[in-house]
T-cell receptor, first 111, second 113 residues
């Protein structure tokens, strides 16, 4: 089983749509959770951290369910500029709190 | 220059060549990392350095040899690579090994012919 699993997509949605991405992780000891965004042929950039209580940043809402080992990202009112790959990332703590990446979900917002 | 800078941006090399990838961070971070990103695969952590000491080596073939001469610079020396080593190689740095302030460089897109 992969450590972090995501639906690869692509998700093709019209501008203005609401889209949700899901992610599951296998290690119950995971400590921190993030969503990264990666544009085509560019490096990943932190979109937002994910907290147990859920958190929102403008049109983006992230949720964490530790019991189900499940993370979600909701994007409301999609813009063309939201087109990118969204990477689910977890850390396990320990001596090196390394980031474990999912393969990413590709979003294409259509005009 | 700010952030994490990688050179070259693109590299094409033959299987018998020797080349090096360079990473430089201007953030005052103490930890640096090499990742490999192949098509349709998640980012794979290759090496972790903290204060110039290698703290993790994730079963990477010996044809990849990292070097960290100081906390601002990280190199990846490449020797007798295979076509399947073609990928995007990303450098990252963070404030410490707990991952605060994790920042990626733009990457080097490597093609082995």
């Amino acid at each position: 089983r992969k450590e972090v699993e995501q639906d690869p997509g692509p998700f093709n949605v019209p501008e203005g749509a609401t889209v949700a991405f899901n992610c599951t992780y296998s290690n119950s000891a995971s400590q921190s959770f993030f969503w990264y965004r990666q544009d085509c042929r560019k490096e990943p950039k932190l979109l937002m951290s994910v907290y147990s209580s859920g958190n929102e940043d403008g049109r983006f809402t992230a949720q964490l369910n530790r019991a189900s080992q499940y993370i979600s990202l909701l994007i409301r009112d999609s813009k063309l500029s939201d087109s990118a790959t969204y990477l689910c990332v977890v850390t396990y703590g320990g001596a090196t709190n390394k980031l474990i990446f999912g393969t990413g979900t590709l979003l294409a917002v259509q005009p | 220059e700010t952030g994490v800078t990688q050179t070259p941006r693109h590299l094409v090399m033959g299987m018998t060549n020797k080349k090096s990838l360079k990473c430089e961070q201007h953030l005052g971070h103490n930890a640096m990392y090499w990742y490999k990103q192949s098509a349709k695969k998640p980012l794979e952590l290759m090496f972790v350095y903290s204060l110039e000491e290698r703290v993790e080596n994730n079963s990477v073939p010996s044809r990849f040899s990292p070097e960290c001469p100081n906390s601002s610079h990280l190199f990846l020396h490449l020797h007798t690579l295979q076509p399947e080593d073609s990928a995007l190689y990303l450098c990252a740095s963070s404030q410490d090994l707990q991952g605060f302030g994790y920042t990626f460089g733009s990457g080097t897109r490597l093609t082995v012919v």
